[in-house]
């Protein structure tokens, strides 16, 4: 009958240090340690996905930049770059021969159109005094003396031999002038597509240097970009986890050597329960008073131990009463 009245005894004593626990804000230990580690774990759990995604993507455009430097620097390889700059010094050498001939013949040529100006002239006074000899032997009759008609006739021959020579050497200065125009538009010509070919190469070769810079740049980002992405998915994998504030150890107050000691006489025995319970409430109030809704194993063990006190004092005094 006594050990059932001891088991009540203890279970009552447990029950009260419960509600007191309880009644302080203070959560089982099971309980409070599922929130503790479920608790972040949902909040972290997006934020990691989203890390790793973002990581991944991070390394594709890093893969992306890669493959596009190495286009770039195969385009712009060294062998391709001599070739387009063995066009280029060709081209320019070609331009620069091209166009010091145009300006020779170009510098000649007001020369030349003098010489036609001068040959015109030359073979229009020839042809003007052939027409005149010609006019006055129409003009003769037949009393004009032989020999007269004879010397007429001769200086016609002569001015017409004289024309014809004006007129091949008119033909002759504009055929070199001709020539010598032919000659600078050639050279023009050749200068225009030098000058075409040689700006397009340089183009080229500037594009495909600037293309492997641009490149260059775009992979140097992609892979900072990267190790931010990663050291951002790495910290998410592995969050820190926030220690709840540190609250006045219970120890010196809840220690289960200083609840209330069974003596041997009744009257102790029936004070104990009294002690006990305030002392219990006392920790239990000390803890309230903190705010943590976790609270340590101290603290729980302080409230066990005084529950212990309590049912062993109620032991205690029903063995005593027996």
Same mark, same amino acid.
Not at 144 to 153: C, D, F, G, K, V
Not at 225 to 252: G, L, M, R
Not at 279 to 298: H, V
């Given at each position: 009958?006594?050990?059932?009245?001891?088991?009540?005894?203890?279970?009552?004593?447990?029950? $009260?240090?419960?509600?007191?626990?309880?009644?302080? %804000?203070?959560?089982?230990? !099971?309980?409070? $340690?599922?929130?503790?580690?479920?608790?972040?774990? %949902?909040?972290?759990?997006?934020?990691?996905?989203?890390?790793?995604?973002?990581?991944?993507? +991070?390394? @594709?455009?890093?893969?992306?930049?890669?493959?596009?430097?190495?286009?770039?620097?195969?385009?712009?390889?060294?062998?391709?770059?001599?070739?387009?700059?063995?066009?280029?010094?060709?081209?320019?050498?070609?331009?620069?021969?091209?166009?010091?001939?145009?300006?020779?013949?170009?510098?000649?040529?007001?020369?030349?159109?003098?010489?036609?100006?001068?040959?015109?002239?030359?073979?229009?006074?020839?042809?003007?005094?052939?027409?005149?000899?010609?006019?006055?032997?129409?003009? =003769?009759?037949?009393?004009?003396? +032989? /020999?007269?008609?004879?010397?007429?006739?001769? *200086?016609?021959?002569?001015?017409?031999?004289?024309?014809?020579?004006?007129?091949?050497?008119?033909?002759?200065?504009?055929?070199?002038?001709?020539?010598?125009?032919?000659?600078?538009?050639?050279?023009?010509?050749? !200068? /225009?597509?030098?000058?075409?070919?040689?700006? %397009?190469?340089? *183009?080229?070769?500037? +594009?495909?240097?600037?293309?492997?810079?641009?490149?260059?740049?775009?992979?140097?980002?992609?892979?900072?970009?990267?190790?931010?992405?990663? *050291?951002?998915?790495?910290?998410?994998?592995?969050?820190? $986890?926030?220690?709840?504030?540190?609250?006045?150890?219970?120890?010196?107050?809840?220690?289960?050597?200083?609840?209330?000691?069974?003596?041997?006489?009744?009257?102790? %025995?029936?004070? @104990?329960?009294?002690?006990?319970?305030?002392?219990?409430?006392?920790?239990?109030?000390?803890?309230?008073?903190?705010?943590?809704? +976790?609270?340590?194993?101290?603290?729980?063990?302080?409230?066990?131990?005084?529950?212990?006190? =309590?049912?062993?004092?109620?032991?205690?005094?029903?063995?005593?009463?027996?």
């Amino acid at each position: 009958m006594n050990d059932i009245l001891a088991r009540r005894a203890r279970r009552a004593t447990m029950s $009260i240090a419960l509600s007191a626990a309880l009644v302080a %804000g203070i959560a089982p230990p !099971v309980t409070a $340690i599922a929130a503790e580690t479920s608790s972040p774990t %949902g909040a972290v759990a997006p934020q990691t996905e989203d890390a790793a995604a973002a990581k991944e993507k +991070a390394y @594709a455009a890093m893969q992306e930049a890669l493959k596009n430097l190495e286009a770039a620097k195969d385009a712009a390889s060294r062998e391709k770059i001599a070739e387009i700059d063995t066009k280029i010094a060709i081209f320019q050498e070609n331009y620069d021969t091209n166009l010091a001939q145009a300006a020779i013949y170009k510098e000649s040529l007001p020369t030349m159109q003098a010489n036609v100006d001068a040959a015109q002239a030359e073979c229009d006074k020839a042809h003007n005094r052939t027409r005149a000899l010609e006019a006055e032997l129409n003009k =003769i009759d037949y009393t004009t003396p +032989a /020999e007269t008609i004879r010397q007429l006739q001769e *200086a016609i021959t002569e001015a017409i031999m004289q024309e014809n020579s004006c007129e091949d050497k008119l033909e002759h200065c504009r055929m070199r002038l001709e020539s010598h125009k032919s000659l600078i538009y050639f050279f023009e010509s050749e !200068v /225009e597509f030098n000058k075409t070919h040689l700006d %397009g190469e340089t *183009a080229k070769r500037n +594009a495909l240097l600037d293309d492997l810079k641009r490149a260059q740049i775009a992979y140097d980002d992609a892979c900072k970009a990267y190790e931010e992405a990663k *050291a951002a998915a790495d910290k998410a994998a592995s969050p820190e $986890i926030t220690k709840p504030a540190e609250t006045t150890k219970p120890s010196s107050s809840a220690q289960p050597a200083e609840t209330a000691q069974p003596t041997g006489s009744p009257a102790t %025995g029936k004070d @104990a329960p009294s002690s006990s319970t305030k002392q219990a409430n006392t920790t239990t109030g000390k803890l309230a008073n903190t705010g943590d809704t +976790a609270p340590s194993a101290i603290a729980l063990a302080a409230i066990a131990a005084a529950g212990f006190g =309590i049912a062993t004092a109620g032991v205690r005094r029903i063995k005593n009463s027996k």
